[in-house]
């Protein structure tokens, strides 16, 4: 299993600014997910991260607002840009190991912009 | 129809009983199955995998029906530190998206 360190685990947001995420993994990954999860919500992809390559978002999501970096196989970041009430939700970074498909996600980011 | 759905909660069921929760999926292709399990503003946690011969871990137990597109989850022996969300996982195969369910609720009380 992957053991994948995300931070900041909450924060609370003014509209118009913009936060980065940051998640760190204990092992390399080709790939790296970056996932929403709204209130009462199941998780949505936004975006999946690729190190050496822009990443490739789904649609709905676009790089300016979500802009995403992969400097390495062990490190990623999401920064949500220009904030609105209605970017508040939970954010999550997720690894797939491709040996059994298995899914693990870092602790998640708790975001309220007001 | 959506990709994968599960059973409407919240599930508030009594400590020390049995409970089931199902999920359809709807592409017959989809190659991997899990239950995760989360609580309330935390990440998702691997439960279990599930195959089409059944699996079994302590009072957790996964079926795949791939003739019908469904897995199942029961718990057996209910505890109050069983209530949480649980995610219906669905992975199609190569570099496919991931499909998540909605989640069920479930709810165990004294």
């Known amino acids: 299993s992957a053991v994948i360190s995300q931070k900041p685990s909450r924060d609370i947001c003014q509209r118009g600014t913009s936060l980065t995420i940051q998640c760190q993994v204990d092992?390399?990954?080709?790939?790296m997910f970056w996932y929403r999860q709204q209130p009462g919500q199941s998780l949505t992809l936004i975006a999946t991260?690729?190190?050496?390559?822009?990443?490739?978002?789904e649609s709905g999501f676009v790089i300016d607002k979500f802009p995403i970096s992969r400097p390495n196989l062990t490190f990623s970041t999401l920064t949500v840009s220009n904030m609105s009430p209605e970017d508040s939700s939970i954010y999550l970074c997720?690894?797939?190991?491709?040996?059994?498909?298995?899914?693990?996600f870092g602790s998640g980011t708790q975001l309220s912009v007001l | 129809r959506k990709e994968v759905e599960q059973d409407p909660g919240p599930f508030n069921v009594p400590e020390g009983a049995t409970v089931a929760f199902n999920c359809t999926y709807s592409?017959?292709?989809?190659?991997?199955f899990f239950w995760y399990r989360q609580d309330c503003r935390k990440e998702p946690k691997l439960l279990m995998s599930?195959?089409?011969s059944g699996n079994e871990d302590g009072r957790f137990t996964a079926q795949l029906n791939r003739a019908s597109q469904y897995i199942s989850l029961l718990i057996r022996d209910s505890k109050l530190s069983d209530s949480a969300t649980y995610l219906c996982?669905?992975?199609?195969?190569?570099?496919?998206?991931?499909?998540f369910g909605t989640g069920t609720k479930l709810q165990v009380i004294p």
């Open positions: 592409n017959s292709a989809s190659q991997s």
């Open positions: 599930v195959y089409s």
């Open positions: 997720s690894v797939q190991d491709r040996t059994n498909e298995k899914l693990f």
């Open positions: 991260a690729n190190q050496g390559s822009e990443a490739t978002y």
């Open positions: 996982v669905v992975v199609p195969g190569g570099y496919q998206k991931v499909t």
């Open positions: 092992s390399q990954v080709t790939m």
